[in-house]
């Protein structure tokens, strides 16, 4: 097969940042996804409906005539959310998911939850209106090593808190582990996870083997070979529980290369392409559509998409840096060659 034609797909999750920036990056994913989850981790955090319909629009300006592309907004949770507010913005079609981010877990989540109790009020109401919480799964005791903080997350968060809300609709941002795979599959319908390109390319070596490599460093950060592999097989097996969240996060190259360098890869301009390369080795190219245009609507309770994009069997350069508005911004497989290009939109 040399060609795959698919609905066109969207991206369940996406930074698309704010200022310059925003301008720079936003149309690489409304070129090729219909819908995106975009994440409300901006300074200062989006964190009421009013603050989402200002961002919506400044996103809008920044998409290209004509891309037919939809920001779907997400609320920024904090320790003392209107529980009253998140439902009104999501009656409103301004919020279409809230955020969970561990206060301290990652990029700006510095205002976040410092306690699941502390937002038991939103989540209950949450539940009774069927709103989906998007997850950052990670903890953030000083105790727990860094490759451990997923899995330690599903032990003393996740599994209670759907003790506690068995109806909770929850995605699992970000997978990195076979833990948060086994626990999404053994789940019911209402757990689902995304999984990114980067976590589908690499393991932890890639940060870490013949120097130190930023621009491999994202959170949750890479894990061993084992869990890549469960990774892989999670997201090509059709299972339908597993689908696109590219987590595209850009980040200055000076930010990044840097001596506390800013967690976050920017797979924006080749995520398509990056995550079909997974599904031909896996030798599932029939089941890359379920994958990246079917089960996330199906879990959002949304339609696919109407159009539909062919991608071609060819050798596509990636190059070194690209240039967002003006802040130099190094991709997700800067300098290899990607053997999938996209060939067409209807
Ligand atoms: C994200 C960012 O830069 O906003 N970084 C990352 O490493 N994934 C935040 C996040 O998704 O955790
Ligand atoms: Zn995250
Ligand atoms: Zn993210």
Redesign the pocket.
Known sequence: MNTITIRRPDDW?V?LRDGDVLTGVTPYTARVFGRAIV?P?LVPPVTTAAMADDYRRRIMAAVPAGSGFTPLMTCYLTDSTSPVDVADGHAAGIFTAAKL?PAG?????ASGVTAIRNIYPVLEVMQRIGMVLCV?GEVTDPEIDIFDREAVFIDRVLAPLLRDMPGLRVVM??ATTSQAVQFVEGAGDNIAATITPQHLHINRNAMLVGGIRPHA????VAKREEHRQALRRAATGGSGKFFLGT?S???AKHMKESGCG????FNAPHALESYLTVFDQEDALDRFERFASLAGPAFYRLPVNEGTITLVRSEQPVPQVLDAAGTTIVPFHAGETIGWKILSMN
């Open positions: 999750h930074h994440m981790n981010y877990a990652t990029t700006n989540s950052h941002e970000h460093y994202c959170l949750p987590d996060a850009p980040h800013c967690a976050g890869i």
